[in-house]
């Protein structure tokens, strides 16, 4: 028996399994009541390198429901660019409808003016 042992065997694999969690994650949520979306830029050190890039934790409360949606990556922290962000992160997880809230931080606070989220 063959057993190949390299970087990108162990790699694919994992890669695979996670994909199965984070759907098997979103595919077991279920939200009925009205929900809150969160979310609070981050400068974090990339996964691939050294250098600091815009991250963006999104999550969504309830009542007795608590979900991190996701942490995507940013080419930017732009208000346009983070709406955009929430949206599509909103929709993957099909619960657009369910939030009836966001909660902003007090420098979004200041901020909301040049801030415009559009759900369709």
Do not use: C, Y
Not at 24 to 36: M, N, R, T, Y
């Amino acid at each position: 028996m063959d057993l190949a042992i390299n970087p990108e065997s162990i790699r694919t694999p994992r890669l695979k399994f996670r994909e199965q969690s984070a759907q098997g994650v979103k595919a077991a949520f279920h939200a009925s009541e009205p929900l809150v979306v969160h979310w609070d830029g981050k400068m974090l050190p990339d996964l691939s390198g050294s250098e600091l890039v815009d991250r963006l934790p999104i999550l969504v409360s309830g009542f007795d429901t608590e979900q991190l949606l996701g942490v995507p990556k940013l080419p930017n922290g732009t208000g346009e660019v983070i709406s955009h962000a929430v949206v599509t992160m909103l929709q993957e997880w099909k619960i657009q409808d369910q939030v009836k809230v966001m909660r902003l931080t007090q420098q979004q606070q200041i901020l909301a003016g040049k801030v415009v989220l559009v759900v369709p």
